[in-house]
């Protein structure tokens, strides 16, 4: 097997893109990774969507998206899998490189999740639940993560404080991202201590409030992939390896989890990537990972390694996890408040961290010196995890 | 201070010589009274000051016959934003804001919400009768900070606290309405017509007005005397394409 590389990314703001089709996106973020790569023609196109079928009504997004930039004859393969969908893309690009089989491997992600009611994109999602057990009882992904928070809370001492804390965080350096849906500065008086934060943030699914929950976003983000050894020949920026990857799944329903608060896909996923990296969650500088609600960046925070279970949340507190912190996570603002469209945050997960990698982030959000980064991409409610670990190469 | 605490108030001396001489319209004043609606007594909304999560002090307070100009200025590129119903809601509350201008509606109220003077938000709304309500609009210009929220919920404070109304029909003209306040306040029913448009009006009650004002109606009274003077020497409004960019733009939630 061949190391893989990362040669170029792309991502476009996320937001509400009115103006914009699922495919124009994908093609945006496309181009940009294309420019940065410095690469014109690609061997095969991998395209993460989870529901333009459902939600546009358009199936064969590659097909389309290979047309769309010219890049025929492309071998192209549209990858569905829940909000993992990104993450498992790029996994598959991956390994189309590291086989041998193709060279150059475009990986685009997108989704446009706001041209229907948020309610009608929340069903969405929902649609990865069980069909026969769960979905018919009207569960839904913030439904679950209020009943994962509770049950956190509990076990582990998690508390409202910690979980304002990554929303305080991960806003903030939303509002350095411009890339980021949500770039606006909450505080802490707004959101927890003033008697007005009853209305400012609500219970939405008990004990998480607004503030503890993505955004539904529309957005794009795109990455090259191509063997270690054609770097200095396809182009001229500084490479980005994949070190590592893992993936693994747990079962489709929570009720038959003997501890639903131990998410053994994240753990799995985790190691599997950091034994494939030879390396261990000490050495990675900045991490991302998938707080589509704040209790899942402590919960995934402890399942990688980190921290011990039970003290992510504490670490929080102590400002572990910020900017020149022990470990910097989300530096992007994460899912909370750079956004999620599905199919699009895993590859953006990716796309940042190359950033950090590259060192070319600005210095109110780059983590100095950045030598590894690593990813958690979690599908369903943690039943399909995929985990990257990166590390900068060599000029 | 207002020029004008109430404008129904004013002796009809008072009107015609604003009339016929401040405003420059000239009309033949008994045809003019026989045009405009009957009105009743309006007890004045008192302001008062609310924390976003941005941390922001946001001034709630009543709007003026004075201030319809301005309003009028904030409202008119919102009848152009085809999303999230913004144009009919902007069409709508733009006649009306003229229509209390104009002395076309009865008994109508406009509340607007502001921060450091810049307009956030504004809502209105009119006394059908004594006892009943008629809520009419919510208009949010900055948008994620729950300003529309907290407006609808300081427009149903009025009528239910300071006009001591007994009930207030209510229509959505769209989604994100009806789940502002349909379900977050549990309103009732009815298989009245709203004066919008005529869809079955939905009520609230006095009852459930409080049994939901712990956990949506907030405000702090008296209002600190400098955001309340910063907040009524002027109302400004952002222009036409930075309202367009707040309400529809790439980061308009």
Redesign the interface.
Known sequence: MRDVAIIGVGMIPFGRRDEDTLVDMLAYASLKALDDAGVEAVDAVYVANMGGGILQHQTAVASALVDRLSLLPAAADLVENGPASGGSAIKNGVLAVASGYYDVVLVAGGEKMREVSGWRATDFVATLTHPEVEYPYGITLPGMAGMFTQLYMEKYGVTREMLVEISLKNQHMGALNPYAHVEMLITREGILDSPHAVVNNPPAATPLHLYDLCPVSDGAAAVILCPLERVKELSKNVPVIVAGFGQATDTHTLAERDDPTDLKAVTLAAQQAFERAKMKPEDISVAELHDAFTILEIAESEHVGFFKKGEGGKAVLEGKTRLGGQIPINMSGGLKARGHPVGATGVAQVVELTWQLRHELPKERQVKGAKAGFSINFGGFGNNVVAFVLKRGEK | MPIYPSRYSWPMARITNYILKESCMAVDMELELMLRPPSLPMAPYPPKV???????KMVVREAHREDVPTLLKSVHPTLFIH?DFYDVVGARLYSELLGMYTYRTANEFCLVGQIDGFLVGMVNSRMYSAKTGMSLHTLAIDR???VG??LF?AKMEHHIEYLGQEEVLIVAES?IGF?RWML?YGLEPTDIPHELGGALSYRLTRELYFETK??????DRPVPPELLEVAQREIIIASEAETREKI??????
């Open positions: 609310i924390t976003l999560a941005n941390g922001k999303k994620g900070l729950r929220a907290h919920a989604p789940r977050e712990p956990r949506l109606v907030v405000g529809a733009g790439l980061k308009g939630r």
